[in-house]
C-alpha cells in the first residue's frame, strides 16, 4: 500500500507514523503482515514509518468472488482508497 496525496504523488509520512487500517468486504478474507501468516484478522492495523511512503500486508481468501479491500487512517472514519479485486480457484 501507498500514500498519495490530491496530485496524485507518493507521500512521505513527516512526523509520527501513520496508523492504517486495511479492511475486506468478504467474510473469509483474512490478512496478514507477512507472506507466511499467520492469516488470522478481516482487518489488519498497519504503521507507516516516518519518511516512509508504504506498508506491505498479505491477503488470502477462501470464497470465490468479487470483493473490495478497504483502507483508511486509524481513527477517522473516512476511507483512504478502495480496490476492487476478484477471487478465483487455483
Do not use: C
Amino acid at each position: 500500500m501507498k500514500v498519495r496525496g490530491f496530485a496524485g504523488r507518493y507521500l512521505a509520512v513527516k512526523r509520527t507514523p501513520m496508523g492504517i487500517v486495511i479492511e475486506t468486504s468478504s467474510p473469509t478474507g483474512k490478512f496478514a503482515k507477512t507472506p507466511d501468516g499467520p492469516f488470522t484478522s478481516e482487518s489488519l492495523h498497519l504503521d507507516i514509518p516516518v519518511s516512509q511512503s508504504e506498508a506491505t500486508f498479505y491477503y488470502q481468501d477462501s470464497t470465490e468472488g468479487k470483493l473490495k479491500l478497504s483502507a483508511r487512517v486509524r481513527g477517522r472514519l473516512w476511507k483512504m482508497g478502495r480496490q476492487k479485486a476478484t477471487i478465483a480457484k487455483q
